[in-house]
């Protein structure tokens, strides 16, 4: 499956910015999909994550309450719905997608990957 993500942008603190992840190829609601984060001078962390069947999600504590992370079969999308946006936010975003649900949390779980859209966030 190939993956395309889109929606990133600068805004402002407290704004909304809606992510996309796009999958060709493949049925995306066959594959667990995951959002990570990598900001400058950070390591990539995980920010949250739908199983298959768009069934559960899980989600980083930084961004519990804030960001929704859901499935759209219509389009074959994963949508990353981020609300009160804090300038610790700013980060590229990635998505993912695995049909492992080793260790959901993990990069190392996730073997498909698309590349990353920027959000940038001032204060």
């Known amino acids: 499956v190939q993956l395309q993500a889109s929606g990133g942008g600068s805004v402002q603190s407290g704004d909304s910015l809606r992510l996309s992840c796009a999958a060709s190829?493949?049925?995306?609601?066959?594959?667990?999909v995951a959002w990570f984060r990598q900001a400058p001078g950070r390591e990539r962390e995980f920010v949250a994550t739908i199983t298959w069947g768009w069934v559960d999600t899980y989600y980083a504590d930084a961004v519990k309450g804030r960001f929704t992370i859901s499935g759209d079969n219509a389009t074959n999308t994963v949508i990353l719905q981020m609300n009160s946006l804090k300038p610790e936010d700013t980060a590229v975003y990635y998505c993912?997608?695995?049909?492992?649900?080793?260790?959901?949390?993990?990069?190392?779980?996730?073997?498909?990957w698309g590349r990353g859209t920027q959000v940038t966030v001032s204060s």
């Open positions: 993912a997608a695995t049909t492992v649900w080793g260790q959901p949390l993990a990069e190392r779980n996730y073997r498909y």
């Open positions: 190829g493949r049925t995306f609601s066959e594959y667990a």
